[in-house]
């Protein structure tokens, strides 16, 4: 069995070794694990939540590129989580298309 100070070692050694790992991917790769949309419509309203009367909080245009934030879209599958640049929220999957992450 191990002592504390022996735990506590191990513990370091693998923070040491797997720490590192962690932070090779950049939030943006992270993200991307997910997948992307491509806009199909030429305008598209970014909401603060999974709602057609949730607050705006950010626009795409057609063609643009929007990082898919969760594995699926809403239970219903009306609204995909997205990000595009600093703005989180959700978008209308209707309008969306998949495309490869850039």
Request: aromatic fraction near 8%.
């Amino acid at each position: 069995m191990f002592t504390h100070s022996r735990r506590f070692s191990v513990v370091m050694a693998v923070a040491l070794i797997i720490g590192p790992m962690c932070l090779a991917t950049s939030p943006a790769q992270a993200a991307n694990n997910f997948g992307c949309f491509q806009v199909v419509t030429p305008s598209l309203n970014i909401r603060a939540r999974p709602y057609s009367d949730a607050k705006v909080i950010g626009t795409a245009a057609a063609g643009d590129v929007l990082e898919k934030r969760k594995p699926l879209c809403t239970l219903r599958g009306y609204w995909c989580a997205v990000r595009k640049g600093a703005v989180e929220g959700y978008a209308d999957k209707s309008f969306l298309g998949t495309t490869k992450c850039p």
